[in-house]
């Protein structure tokens, strides 16, 4: 879980060309392409006539790409299904390395994900270029009427900008949400706690024994799980509280326990494969408008 809301750390700066922050998405970017890499290299290492289990998983997933390349751009376009591979998997695991606690998550960060989407840019300029010529792209935007021109321009502009915020958005809204709970929870809990631990031992006792006894509620008879959750927090917040008021242990988030972790794995798991699908369902779409099958 990325709790960052303050933008990326800049670790340390090289002295040339004016200066190079290395920042936290520079490293995580590189330790994603590092870990696509060697996963590449031992996956497509050794490869039997009959696979196990590891291969046939990996060759299943592999079909499924060239299958979704060839459904959404069209069989003569399968050759950009190794682009799309590295942008899905470079998705995905950017945004899942957030969750290591130490490193960014990278497609928090827009200048990332900006990156993505302006090559996505490039090549379909290079693929219209490549089939129309130089003069006859810089046509496209005259037409049909040259008055056109300034909303063709804006619409080049707006489609990789598009792309883009929409990822980062959504990743990094993600991070916020998870973030401010988190320290409203933490917030909760010191509040919680001091006020028990003001009262001396007695509250905490008492909240521990009930927390208690609604645990045993539940295993010997209840199996309500409402009865486990109230018991698991009550003794939760009453052994905290007795260990704040004895001196030995404070600061304990204890309300934070659990509810971040759950956002985390929607805004971090599933959004984030969300996030990665669209963003590469886009890229076959636009790549695959600029690269048309041949005529017969």
């Known amino acids: ?45 050794n490869l039997q006539k009959h696979p196990g289990g590891t291969q046939v ?18 069989e003569h376009n399968l ?67 040259a008055v056109m021109t300034p909303m063709n321009i804006i619409s080049e502009i707006a489609q990789p900008v598009s792309m883009a915020f929409r990822h980062f958005g959504n990743v990094a809204g993600g991070n916020v949400i998870t973030t401010i709970i988190y320290v409203s929870l933490s917030g909760a809990s010191a509040l919680v706690l001091s006020l028990i631990a003001r009262n001396g031992t007695t509250i905490a006792l008492v909240l521990l024994v009930c927390g208690a006894l609604l645990i045993a509620w539940y295993c010997l008879k209840s199996h309500k799980k409402v009865a486990l959750i109230f018991g698991c927090l009550m003794a939760a917040l009453g052994l905290f509280g007795l260990l704040q008021a004895l001196g030995i242990l404070s600061g304990v988030p204890v309300l934070a326990f659990g509810i971040p972790a759950v ?7 599933f959004s984030g494969f969300v996030q990665a699908y669209v963003f590469s369902l886009l890229t076959m779409a ?5 690269c048309p099958a041949p005529e017969n």
Do not use: H
């Not at 636009?286 to 600029?290: E, L, W």
């Open 1 to 45: 879980m990325d709790l960052n809301v303050t933008g990326a750390f800049i670790y340390f700066t090289i002295p040339i060309f004016g200066g190079i922050p290395i920042t936290q998405t520079t490293v995580s970017s590189f330790v994603v392409m590092l870990i696509v890499c060697l996963a590449s290299v031992k996956l497509g290492k």
């Open 57 to 74: 998983m990996v060759e299943k997933g592999v079909q499924m790409l060239y299958d979704m390349v060839a459904q959404t751009m069209g």
């Open 79 to 145: 050759r950009w299904t190794p682009f799309i591979g590295t942008i899905f998997l470079s998705s995905i695991l950017g945004s899942l390395i957030g969750l290591t606690g130490f490193l960014r998550s990278s497609t928090a960060d827009l200048s990332c994900v900006l990156v993505w989407a302006v090559m996505v840019s490039v090549i379909i300029w290079y693929n219209n270029i490549k089939a129309n010529g130089f003069l006859g792209w810089l046509k496209g935007f005259t037409e049909p009427i």
């Open 263 to 269: 956002l985390s794995c929607y805004f971090d798991l």
């Open 286 to 290: 636009y790549i695959g408008n600029s």
